[in-house]
């Protein structure tokens, strides 16, 4: 499987037979119609946030194990953050992480207008609501940084070895962008978010903890992540490679 090198097949969007592939420069996407994409970046933004929402404020124990309730289903943002990637180039997956972004700085606006205005007389569920949505400013926008940041370099990582692997070996680029990405976001939210709360030796901890635990996640999660970019890589008739892209973070044009 190798990388496309002439100007022609970089240009102009290849006519492309049911279920075969073409192997294109993400250049060439302009005008091309994609059947899945905006499908996967819903379901991209949709795990983020329920995942932050509905899972980080419950602690659960199964088998003497105590853990986040989110775990359970945050993973499943590193597969379909590799799927935007791998199958649709670095261009898009960072249109996706920005409108992630941005889903993000709302959900913690929102939180915070809707905690912070008065109960009605008679509706005694603020103590409880502010349990689950009342979150600590600090500790909400060093995730959103550190998901940005994190993200991005996973998804920049993960282009950059497609290229030097001419598209084989899948499962390195997925758990190689995953230990630089997660490591990425780990280094910047635990001192963040608990720097001068925690001791030095429960960030570190912790950190190295969590950031183990989530690559291993993608691990045990190759097969899955198979299935998926094949799936979609069949259907759309695209293997996008970048080797034109600019890879600045700082815009959303694809």
Same mark, same amino acid.
């Given at each position: 499987?190798?990388?496309?090198?002439?100007? +022609?097949?970089?240009?102009?969007?290849?006519?492309?037979?049911?279920?075969?592939?073409?192997?294109?420069?993400?250049?060439?996407?302009?005008?091309?119609?994609?059947?899945? %994409?905006?499908?996967?970046?819903?379901?991209?933004?949709?795990?983020?946030?329920?995942?932050?929402?509905?899972?980080? +404020?419950?602690? +659960?124990?199964?088998?003497?194990?105590?853990?986040?309730a989110?775990?359970? *289903?945050?993973?499943?943002?590193? #597969?379909?953050?590799?799927?935007?990637?791998?199958?649709?180039?670095?261009? /898009?997956?960072? /249109?996706?992480?920005?409108?992630?972004?941005?889903?993000?700085? *709302?959900? $913690?606006?929102?939180?915070? &207008?809707?905690?912070?205005?008065?109960?009605?007389?008679?509706?005694?569920?603020?103590? $409880?609501?502010?349990?689950?949505?009342?979150?600590?400013?600090?500790? &909400?926008?060093?995730?959103?940084?550190?998901?940005?940041?994190?993200?991005?370099?996973?998804?920049?990582?993960?282009?950059?070895?497609?290229?030097?692997?001419?598209?084989?070996?899948?499962?390195?680029?997925?758990?190689?962008?995953?230990?630089?990405?997660?490591?990425v976001?780990?280094?910047?939210?635990?001192?963040?978010?608990? %720097?001068?709360?925690?001791?030095?030796?429960?960030?570190?901890?912790?950190?190295?903890?969590?950031?183990?635990?989530?690559?291993?996640?993608? $691990?045990?999660?190759?097969? #899955?992540?198979?299935?998926?970019?094949?799936?979609?890589?069949?259907r759309?008739?695209?293997?996008? %490679?970048?080797?034109?892209?600019? *890879?600045?973070?700082?815009? $959303?044009?694809?």
């Open positions: 499987m190798a990388a496309p090198s002439d100007a +022609a097949s970089a240009a102009t969007p290849p006519s492309i037979a049911p279920h075969s592939i073409a192997h294109v420069d993400a250049s060439a996407l302009a005008g091309h119609r994609l059947q899945y %994409y905006d499908f996967v970046m819903a379901a991209f933004v949709a795990v983020l946030l329920l995942s932050n929402v509905i899972g980080a +404020a419950k602690l +659960a124990s199964l088998w003497g194990f105590t853990f986040g989110g775990i359970l *289903f945050f993973p499943l943002g590193y #597969v379909l953050g590799d799927v935007l990637t791998e199958v649709y180039g670095y261009a /898009r997956a960072r /249109r996706c992480i920005w409108a992630g972004f941005a889903a993000m700085l *709302f959900m $913690a606006l929102m939180s915070w &207008v809707v905690v912070s205005l008065p109960p009605a007389e008679g509706w005694d569920g603020q103590a $409880a609501y502010e349990s689950v949505f009342g979150q600590v400013p600090r500790i &909400v926008f060093a995730s959103i940084f550190a998901f940005w940041a994190g993200e991005l370099t996973n998804s920049f990582v993960l282009a950059k070895m497609k290229l030097l692997t001419k598209g084989k070996h899948l499962w390195t680029r997925t758990i190689g962008s995953t230990i630089v990405g997660q490591g976001d780990s280094l910047l939210f635990y001192p963040l978010a608990f %720097y001068g709360l925690w001791s030095t030796d429960q960030v570190l901890t912790v950190m190295v903890t969590n950031w183990a635990l989530k690559v291993g996640w993608e $691990a045990v999660l190759t097969p #899955v992540t198979y299935l998926a970019v094949n799936f979609f890589k069949r759309e008739g695209l293997d996008v %490679y970048d080797e034109q892209t600019d *890879f600045t973070p700082f815009k $959303a044009q694809v």
